[in-house]
């Protein structure tokens, strides 16, 4: 069975201010992805990032990053100087190697204020 | 290109009533994933397609739920005597075949039940 846990339910900074969404995972799956997904007020998810069991190397674009660790089966994303417009739900998800359904985490609401 | 459409955008029905959600995947995309997003039960997968296959109707909440896919393409999702807890966001997302680590996913249908 694939779990995926955010701990943080909501989290409020203040503009310019870095933050980083947690993300742990629980899986039996030795090839298996990651994602990290934003939903902003509209309500569309819009994909930020899939990241493969193989490839550890954190990544960044722009002022996102995300760290990847297999020993703690975590997958964790840091906001850099966040702006008003990076108020969102944040959801990270599994995705197993040979499976087809994406598991989600709870969501992390981020509330970036002026 | 037109990305995934989902109509109604929003439904209001009465508790007992019968719903018909549609979904409009990306041209090209034979497989289809339907989720839902409610207050309790966060993000979570009901079914997908993959081209003429069975269906993997493992996530379907309740037999009140079921899915059909025309012609490969379009989608409807149908749900029976609708309860109060159905009330949440039907999403929506496609692929290409194979590529479940790619799913893009449509605006959403939020569905209310009075």
């Known amino acids: 069975a694939q779990k995926v846990t955010q701990a943080q339910t909501e989290i409020s900074v203040v503009e310019k201010e870095d933050v980083t969404l947690d993300c742990v995972y629980e899986?039996?799956?030795?090839?298996?992805?990651l994602f990290w997904y934003k939903q902003p007020p509209s309500g569309e998810l819009v994909f930020l990032i899939r990241?493969?069991?193989?490839?550890?190397q954190n990544e960044i674009s722009g002022r996102y990053s995300w760290n990847f660790q297999k020993s703690t089966s975590s997958f964790n994303f840091t906001i850099t100087a966040s702006q008003v417009v990076d108020s969102a739900v944040y959801f990270c998800?599994?995705?197993?190697?040979?499976?087809?359904?994406?598991?989600f985490g709870g969501g992390t609401r981020l509330m970036v204020k002026p | 290109g037109a990305g995934v459409s989902q109509s109604p955008s929003n439904k209001v029905t009465e508790k007992g009533k019968d719903v018909e959600l549609r979904c409009d995947p990306i041209?090209?995309?034979?497989?289809l994933y339907w989720y839902r997003q409610s207050l309790g039960q966060g993000l979570e997968f009901l079914i997908y397609?993959?081209?003429?296959?069975?269906?993997?109707k493992s996530g379907l909440p309740s037999d009140r739920f079921s899915a059909e896919r025309t012609g490969g393409s379009v989608s409807t999702l149908t749900i029976q005597r609708t309860q109060q807890e159905d009330s949440a966001v039907y999403l929506c997302?496609?692929?290409?075949?194979?590529?479940?680590?790619?799913?893009?996913f449509g605006p959403g249908t939020r569905l209310t039940v009075l």
């Open positions: 997302a496609s692929s290409f075949p194979a590529r479940a680590d790619t799913q893009y």
């Open positions: 899986t039996r799956d030795t090839t298996y992805y």
């Open positions: 990241r493969n069991s193989f490839d550890e």
């Open positions: 998800a599994l995705l197993p190697g040979a499976g087809n359904m994406l598991t």
């Open positions: 041209s090209g995309h034979t497989a």
């Open positions: 397609f993959q081209g003429n296959s069975a269906p993997d």
